[in-house]
Every structure is written in C-alpha cells, then in structure tokens.
C-alpha cells in the first residue's frame, strides 16, 4: 500500500519518492544541463594508449592551431601550476592528474585540449604528436610484486608500495590447536558499478583574490577538498565546490573523479576562460576508477565441532598505477571486522598494496567488502565441505549470539545489534532448503551440476573517517596527531513564510535522501512529506560541510539521517515553545499535528505551524524570553563511538552493522556451461526501515551489482596491461532478462546507535551475491578453484576438467604462479609456413629488396630506409572502412644470407599502436623452391585493442593475404611465384591468428 | 567520443546514390539505420569523407515476392520484416531469426540490408541469408549483380561490395516443401551478437532420409559459414545424424578467439547448438511433410 | 539531393512534442547533442554514445529508437517524442509515469527518459505485455541502480496488469 495522503507516522511508510516527478519529466538538472558561468568552452583529453612508456616529447603546435581551439595543456604546464595531490600512504610517489614525464596505464590524461565545442576538441587531440618511448608493462599484482618487475615509480624502490601486517588475539596458537585447517588462493575480478552518467565538471579560476569554483557531480567525501586545496595551493575557501542537483549513479565511482577536478581547475586557470568537461564512456571505462582486483589467500582454523577457531588473510591489492587518495581504504573498510558475523578472535590479516600499469582503484558498491567476503564466506563453505558439515550449520555454530550486543569484535568494531541465526533461519524457510537439498540430490543423480551456496555478512554504514589511518602504523600515527570522526550534518530552516527546507550535504546519487528527509522532518513537525522541500546538494561556501560530508558507506541512513531528525526536533521544540506562551499551556502539552501547533487531547486549541514560524521572523520581540529569532537548526553530529585507533590496530570503524544472509542454488549446464540461478533467497536487517520503496531499490540494485559482478563484469587486461573491455559491448553490464527472481527476506533489529533505529543499507547483495553464486557454482563443479565472473566459456572449462582462464585475458590461472612481465605474452602470436616457386637465394633477395618491401607491404606510402637493415614507412590500412595512417620502423636483426632473420618493427597512427617481432627462416625445398617458416608476436594498444579487439584478427588475416599476393607477383615478375594466404608483416598492424 | 567531420549526402533517388558513390568512393560510408555504423563513427573507428544517407530512398524498402523468392528492399527494417505476414510465412528461418536480432529498440531503425553491408561474424542475418542460400543484390552505375552470399561475406566487416556500390535488396529464397528450419544460438547476455550462432535449412524424404541440408554457422569463423554436409545426404534424419554432423563440423572449423570464447568452446557450442539445430530441423521437416 | 559540407551550419526545423523547433547543425552533430544544447531539452540523456545503454532512446517517427547514433540533419522534418512531451495535457504524470513513481522504477533517474520513451511505444504496439516481453524489450536498456525488477512491475501496471 502507497501512503501519500496521511499516516500516523510517515517514517517507516511507503511514500513514493519526492525525486521521481522531475526526473520522470524531463526537469531534473544533471552536471550537463547546467551553464553556470558565461563563456565555457569544452574540453577533451588525449589518454595514454600506452600502459607505461616515457613520454618523449609532445608537439601541441598543429592542435593549438586548428580553428576553434583556445589552448591546449600538457602536463609540464600543469606542473607549473599546481602541486602533486596528497596521499593517505607516506611513499614517494608525485601524483599529479596528467602524465609528466611518464605515463604508467593506458587512459591516463597527457594533454588537454580546450576549444569552442566538444567536437573540434576531439579534433585537436588527434593533432597532438606524442612520442613514447614503450616500457614493459604488466596489470597483474603478483608480476609486478616479482623481483624483476620494472618498477612503476623508480623513488619508490618496490612496486609494493604498502605493506603492514596486524594480529589479534593468537592466531598461532589457534592453528596449532586447530584439528583442520582449509586454505583457499584466489584472484578476484576487476569490476565496475559504471554510473549511467558518468563524469562531469565545469572548472572556472577567477583572479583578485585567486579562486576556483567547480561544479561537478562529485560525490565527496570532502576530506578530499583538503587534498585539492593542498594541490591547487588555495585555502580551503578559495576553493569552492558546487554540486549538481541530480548525479546520475555513482556507487562510489565519482569519488574518483577529484583528480580531474584538480586537472581542469589547472586548465581554467593556465588558459583563463572556464572549462566544461563530461567525461565519455570510453573514458570512464578506461580512465575513470573501478573496485579492486585482488590476489589474495586465506586459511580458516576450525575444531572438529565446526568451531572456527582462527582466520590468517593475506591480501594483495592491485591498487592501479598510483596510490589515490582513499586508498588503500579498500582493504581497511572491513579490517576491523575481519571476524565477519562470527564469533572468532584469533586473526591475522596481512596487506600488500601494489602498482601496476592500471586504472587506479577507488571506491565501489560494496567498497572492499565483496573480496573481504569472498574469502571468509568461501573458506567458511570449504570448511563445511572439509568436516563435513552443513554449510549452513557450520555458519549457526559460530555466529554471534544476540545477547552478545553491543559485540566488540577483535579489530575494533562494535557491532550495534543482530540476530545473525535468525536471519539465516528465515532464509532457509524461504529457500525450503531441505527441499532445495533434495533437488539437487535429484538433479545429480541426474548426472547435473547443481549447487547451493550461501554468504553471510554484515553491513558496516557511517564510517570512521580514522579507519583509513589503520595504513600507518601506531607510531605512525602518534606522530601524525589524532584522527576520528564521522560528522554529519543537516539544517532544518523555516523561512517566514512557513515553508520548511532541509538541507543534508548528502549528495545522493539516486539513494532518494530526499524523501526520507522529509519523511522525518514531516514527523518532527507535523506535517506532509510534500511539504517539506530538501535540498541536497552542496555548496562549500555556504553548506554547512565536514570532512565526511558526501554520499558513501551508507551513511545517510546510519548517520546523516540522525542529523536531519535531531535538526528537525530542535526545530520542533523551538515551535512548541513559542506555540505553548500562545496558548498559554506548558510546552510538553503542546503536539505538531497536521500542520498544526495543538494542544493534546483539545484539537480546536491550535495554532499553524506557519504562523509560529512566522513570528520568529516578524516579531522577535514577541517571542517567549531568552528565545533566539529565526527558526535554523543546524546539527553536527559525531556519533561518539567513533574513536581513534588503539596501538593494538582496533578501530570502531563504522555505526551501525546491517546484516544480509544470501543463499544461491544454481545449476549449471554441463555442454554448454549456461549457468541458471534456480533460486536466490537475500534477507536483510536494516535495523528500522525508513522507506520501504526506497530500501528494497537498495536491495535489488545491490543484488543486481553482485549478480553482475558474478555472471559478467570485468574489466580485462591484456598481458601487455592494454585494457580489452574499452566498449559498453565488450564490458558487459547486467540487463533485464539475467536477472532472476529475487525473494528478500526482512527482519528488524533497530540500531541503538542511530536515533531512528536505521542501519545503513545501500551495499547489500553486491557484496554477498558474489559470493554466494561462486559458492553455488563451487557446489554444482566440484571445486573452490573457480574464478570470477562465471562466463559462459569458463563454467564450460571446469565442468568439463579442462585449462581455466578467460578467453582473451592475460590472467595466470587461478592459483598460478608470478610469471615474468613480457611485452608480448597473451597478445597476438601466430606462425605459418609459405611454400615459395623460387630457390632460397632469390626469396632472400626480393625480401630485403625495399623497393620490393615498398611494392607489398599493404597500404604503404612510403617506405626508407634509414640504416642498413633499417626502414621507416608511412601506411594507410583501411579494413572494413576503418581506415588509418601508421608511422612504422622495421628492424631486421640477426640475418644469416638466405636462410633466416628476425624483424622487429613498430608501428602507431589515431587507432593504436603495435609493436613485434618476427622470426622468418628459408628452407630449399627442392626443385627450386622455398619453404618460408615464420612466426610472430606482438602486443597491440590503443583504441583499436579496446574497443575493436574482434577485429584483429581479420585484419591481421587481410594483410598478410595481401602481402603475399603482392609478393606472388613481384615473385612472378622476377620469373617465379606460388604462394600461400599467410605471412608476416601483418604482425606490424596487428592481428590474433584465428 | 564525436564523428569527424564529413559532408552530408541525401540522395533521393537510388541513382543519385550511384553518383555519389562514384564521387567518393571508398571515402564515403553508406548509414541506413546506423546502429553499427554510428557506433562507428562516434568512435572515429570509421572516418568518413561523407555520410550518405540512404534512409530516403523510399525504393530500397519494398518487398516484392515472387514464386522462388522474397526480396526485400536494403532499408527494409528489421521489425518491421517481422510484421510482414509474407515473409514471415515464405521464409520461416528468419521469422525465427529476427527476434535475437539486437533488441526492440534496435530491430526498429536497424535494416537488413544494413546487417549484411556490416557483416559482422556473428550477426544472425547474414548467417540466415547464407544458410537458405540467398544472395545479396549490388547496383553501381554500370548495373546489377547478385552474389550468392556465401560470396559475399569475405570476413569480419568486410564483403564483396565494391565502393561504388550499394546494396539494394537481399534475395531470400522462399520455403520449400518438406523443408524443416531451426535456429539457436548463445550469448553472454540476451540480445548480444551470439557467441555462435547455429542455423538449418533441413529436407527430409519420404524415406525419412536427408534429401537437403544446409547447416549455417554464426560467430565461428570470420564470416558467416555453410558447413559442408553433402556426404551426409541419404543418411537418416535422425539425432544420431544430427550429432555425427555437427561434430564432424566443429572438428573442421577455424574458430576465432575473442573475450568472450576460445576455439575449443566455440567448437562445443558447434557441437552442442549444431545437433540441436539441425535434429530440430528434421523434425520440422518431417512436419512439415506430414502436414502436406 | 540535399549536400551539406562537413563545415556547413544547417538549419533543422522537428517537430519534438507537437511544437516546431529549429536549430542549426552541423552534418556531424549528434541528434541528442543537438536536442540538448541546441534545443535545450535536456531531458534525453547521454549514457554511451554507442547505442548500447539505451539512456538516450526517444520516438522518431512512431519508432523508438536511439537518438545518439542519429545525426540531428537525418531528422530534419521528423516528429520527436521526448520524455518532456509525456506528462497529461493537464500537467500531472502520466499512468506510465506514475507506475514508475509508486513502484520505485527509477532511483538516479538518469536511464529512465530512455526506459519510459521504449516502454510507451513498446505498450502501445503490445497493449498487455507478459513479464518476459517486459524484460526482452528493456534489454535494450542498462539501469544501473534498480535491478530492473521495479521497473518490470511498473511497466505492467502501468499496462493495466
């Protein structure tokens, strides 16, 4: 039942959200429906399609000079202007948001072209001449942690660039003692929540004073104004930030765009005008922020009764190129809860950060926890497997009891309340687990892949803006000064109209703060959620902002909804004063109903809210003594659990603890590795709910991030660290017809940490169904050595016993070990022989021959040579009407007179660049002819290998086939000619052998 | 992510086309619906000279169908073939095709003509087009030809249309008696081009034997292929034949690699998707016969 | 034939929601940059530019369809619906988007002009759709904070159903 005209109370309803008219009609404002400021002009940004590569020169003259451009920025101009961001990792590592010297992954910004349009913008950046000179690469933790790994920051002097370990209670002792121990190695994917909008910003300087202001639709925290005022060199109020009324999704994304921020606030000021910036999908898949990928272990320690007795995590995060600030967050916003739902206290947690030639990391749906989990909801399903225990029995018999509430964990955290068992109940009654048992009984027997899986998990909301400083060490951190706290703040205002306004700072992304606003304020004050407007968006200058001001960790539910509801009674009591001398009753009698100041139990004794309001601004005088005029309420509140780190690494790291139970059943085909999720039961205590629409939107988006995250998201790397998933058709979100049935499961244990009794709730089952699906399909192959996401491709391979790695990906299988970093390893490689009608000699001859070379090789221009075994070609490659113009340099090396050689060439143009290298060898094949062998490798970058990485393969094919047919007629023309469909100098443009 | 700059062409009428074709040449692309082409574009893969926009030449969007065959016109739109009740009826393979075809709000503007000009390996259109046999109709300034579309498609996103040519209408041969259909494929995601895609055009005597078959096969290779069944013509239409067949065929297959496959899972869903298919097939068939 | 060189102004004249619009364009201006900045309804929103995520759907001529791989000269002369043309000629919302508002269909609300300007054509073609129609026609859409599950109830509701 919708409740829009009256309810007893209106928190707890559900209300339709206040949000949707505007945005069902068009009248909803995003970043790029605004014009604030007179005069922007449009930028955009060349990338590096380099993964790591020195940055030789950049030549701006022929893009500064094309019609309609206003300047062009490099980096080196940026560096004059502002300092390096700061971090949260003490490493000596210069972060700026453009390349200088070096760039270290593909999307990193190198130069900014600001011009009239977008277009003529895109225009420019094409002119810009880069040369790079290439370095090897890799996107994967455990090659970069290997000792020969090329270092991403020389100052550094490791590609581990944190690394701290922390013991609680005495995990030793608990693996001693323990009757089995189960140890699981695992990598997880790196994924994306892709915000439908994505990035957006306009930048403007002004001069006398020096001053920036941007609009963005940055999401906060702004504990990262502190880091763009310390780069920008301003004080904090010269930096003014102004969000946009709506943002289009952000799950954590758009906390990451605060380098950009930095980056055309640099541009607005090195070029004088302001600069409009909206980031487009290529950019946000490649150079915007994703979840971690991980390579981690973990061990569990369980006595034969099931007791887990002691848990050792080592975590390996790739954390991408640079260290940006939160990071490395992500893998201390669970720490201290590292016990999970349960009731263990001997833990071991160690941590190692690492650079590679990615993306950089940044916050995420579920920031940390779905990887936090898919370790410990693993090893708890391995361990049941191993004692031989039902997964959900073996979770009952180490859950903490509710009696035990408030719970200390031994990291730190205080779980505010729970009833973990009773979850898990209700969601084995809404599975009808036995009977699920039973069908999959059936369905083996059967000969198919059935599974059950299940996660468990609690929700940490509102979190310690402290718990990132877990990353120093105690000492560390004595001698940095304290650090704690979680403010949140809101402002309740009655202007003299009576009209009621809130204003939260919360920047929601969809998350309806609105509505729930004034769901509480119209509880406090008598009135109709309709009549209470909330403005959520934030203006430094006159919002009444913290540090931990934004929209993450779920913390409008869990803190910032505390806030609005203590501003909103102030407010209250502030009304039934002054209603109470009016009326001549004590204010305790007086009650805010239907818009009206009443007395209790005699309703015709009452007065408007709105006139009460209105005297507080027309008739000061006339209010009752001592009373300040107006009616503002602004509150801050810290929730006071919210300390400092201990010396022992314990942190109360987040208030409130939401609990979600998930169960997956899942079968999967064995022929063709479709994968059906036969059931999904998902039950949350969200302590008190606020809204109902507004919490199971949560839910089920949360549940389809998971699912996503599970079945097919992930942002692919190539050996040579190119990204592969450059396309909104090659990463490839969740749409409607994957998404199964979804039963949800409520119950309820109010928070005592929250005046309202919520929990904050927005992560859910995208930090659960990840897991429980890869438990499910664990069940259902036979084995924990699965890996995520679950493709089609790969559930096919376990099922069927055979080698386990994503097509395409340069992943080392699971559980593999450190390789050595290669420029070519999984990217093209491919060989073939030609059998040639002319003796070795002449073939020798005519493929040395440049004006030969000029004459085949497809598409070329212009061919030198430069040295003696050296040549520089200009080619125009045009396939399937994608046509481009490449530099190219082929080398020959290592020749041996009519028997073999070894090129090795480059080649770069708009669509990418290629390097590789080629063996060729000439065999007399009697009758005067030839068998030519050859084979090559070669790694491809840029556009063209992330987002046309199908079409290499044919292009590769076309050329060789035209080369060869146009050796066939040099051949013949010389007086001799067979040939074949394959060679070599394809290798150069690029091409996967089919 | 915007186009290079291009100069705008729209032609009215189907000769006009031919002149501008012959103006630009390969530096011309053609759009008709542009769901690929714009992508394209967008991402300045395709850097065009001019666009030459067909969408007004009203010609290219008839339907003529006579005793052998349905034509239908280049720009004739993916939803609204299926709403023809002509060629829904007189080619059953692509009624069943045409529903996998992208997405609702893609079949919309998206043309068949367009599909086969975009050829790419795993689109269900030129897959249908080369399973019944069809062909594909270019016109230039010196006249028509029709290439048998297993001529036409060469590889990915490459056929035998010269530059200063446009395809003007796509032939579909009409269905004969006691002729079975059927078609499958798999994707990561409903509505994606399929991994692979499967398709047969099966006849089955009325000894129960295969008279005719044509086993059509999707995002295997670089282009859409025909598999070469003609030993098993006179083998029984049977799933057993039906296996044997398409296991045969994924052993002979080159299949391409990309994120989402390698050879060896494509060569399975060849396996798999192949012996569904082409038994469906006969059994549409042997309905089809004992229906008539 | 009408030519317009690559660096040519044209005007456009549409008729977006019954009322004649004009604009100028170049030949390589995106129809939704166009309808945006051009024109100022900002209500059709960018998600791709590829013509994956179905943000920027809109009825072209009685089709929906994607408006980021149309150029906005293809259009000129066309009649445009776009999701500020919905609500009832008396201003309030419309049953489809009143059923997205009850059933909580939309949360940042930026995919969901595309979502609803699909499902009026879709339920004016398929007047009383099954859940699995429902589905099949919006995987042509990417939400990215509903899961999709409310929006399959609202566009059912919203057929009656």
Known sequence: MLETETAERWIGARYPRKEDAALLTGNARFIDDLEPVAGIRHSAILRSDHAHACIVSIDTSKAAALPGVHGVVTGAAVADTIAPIPSAVRVPIKFYPIAIDKVRYVGEPVAVVVAEDRYIAEDAIELIDVVYEPLSATADPKIAMSENALLLHDDVGSNVVHHRTFRYGDPEAAFERADRVVKLDWRYPRYSSTPMETYGLIANFERQPDRYTLWSNFQGPFILHALMTGALGVPGNRLRLITAPHSGGSFGIKQAMFPYMVLLAACSRVLGCPVKWIEDRLEHLTGSSTAADRADSVEAAFAEDGELLGLKFDNVVNVGAFVRAPEPASVYRMHSASNGCYRVKNIAVENRLVVTNTTPIGLNRGYGGPQFYYALERVMEAGAKELGVDPAEIRRRNFIQPDEFPYKAPAGATYDSGDYEAGLNQAMELAAYDDLKAARENARSDGKLFGIGMAAGIEPSGSNMAYVTLAQTPEERAKAGGRSGGLGTATVSVDPSGSVTVKTVSTPAGQGHQTVAAQVVADALGLRPDQVDVITEVDTLTSAWSLASGNYANRFSSVVIGAVADAADKVAKKIKLIAAENLEVAPEDVELVGGNAQVVGVPEKALPVRRVAAQTHWHPAGLPDQMEPGLFETTIMNPEMLDAPDEQDRVASAVTFGYVFDLAAVEIDRKTGEIEIVKYVSVHDVGNVLNEIVVEGQIYGGFAHGLGGALLEELVYDAGANPQSGTFADYLCITAPEVPELTIGHFNTPSPHNTLGAKGMGDGSSMLAPIAIANAAADALGTFDIELPLTLNKNWAAANGLPYARAGSAKAKVGGGPREADNFEGGLTGDGSVELSAPPEEVWKLLLDPDTLAAVVPGCEELNQVGEDSFTAEVTIGVAGIKGVYSAEINLRDKIDAQSLRLVGKASGALGFGQGEGNVTLEAAGDSRTRLNYSYRANVGGKVAAVGQRMLGTVTKLLIGQFFRGFDRRLKSSGAGQTSRKGFFGRLFGGRDA | ?292 | MLRIKSDQKQRVTLTVNDKTVSGFAQPRLLLTDFLRHELGLYGTHVGCEHGVCGACTIIIDDVATRSCLRYAVQCDGMKLRTVEGLEDVDGTLNALQKAFNENGALQCGFCTAGILMSATKFLQENPKPNRDEVRDMLSGHICRCTGYEQIVRAILQASGQ
């Open chain 2, 1 to 292: 992510m915007k186009p290079v700059a291009f100069e705008y062409c729209r032609p009215d009428t189907v000769d006009e086309a031919m002149e501008l074709l012959a103006e630009f040449g390969g530096d011309a692309n053609v759009i008709s619906g542009g769901l690929s082409l714009g992508a394209m574009l967008n991402m300045r893969l395709v850097r065009p000279t001019a666009l030459i926009d067909i969408n007004r030449l009203h010609e290219l969007a008839d339907i003529k169908i006579d005793d052998a065959t349905a034509m239908t016109g280049a720009l004739v739109r993916q939803a609204a073939a299926l709403k023809l009740p002509g060629v829904m009826s007189g080619v059953p393979l692509l009624a069943k095709v045409l529903p996998w075809v992208g997405h609702y709000q893609t079949r919309s503007r998206g043309t068949l003509g367009g599909s086969a000009a975009h050829a790419d390996p795993s689109a269900e259109i030129p897959l249908t087009l080369v399973t019944l046999g069809g062909a594909v109709r270019l016109r230039s300034p010196g006249g028509s030809r029709d290439v048998p579309a297993q001529d036409f498609f060469h590889g990915l996103l490459t056929t035998d249309r010269r530059a200063d040519e446009l395809i003007t209408d796509l032939i579909w041969p009409l269905r004969r008696d006691k002729t079975g259909y059927a078609f499958e494929e798999i994707a990561q995601r409903h509505g994606d081009f399929a991994i692979v895609a499967v398709a047969a055009e099966a006849t089955v005597g009325n000894d129960g034997n295969i008279a005719d078959l044509s086993f059509g096969l999707g995002g295997v290779e670089d282009r859409p292929l025909v598999a070469d069944t003609a030993s098993y013509i006179g083998k029984p239409a049977t799933m057993a034949t039906a296996e044997e067949i398409a296991a045969t065929v994924a052993e002979a297959v080159d299949p391409m690699v990309d994120l989402q496959a390698n050879a060896d899972y494509r060569r399975q869903l060849v396996r798999v998707l192949g012996a569904r298919v082409v038994s469906s097939a006969f059994a549409d068939a042997t309905h089809s016969r004992e229906a008539a």
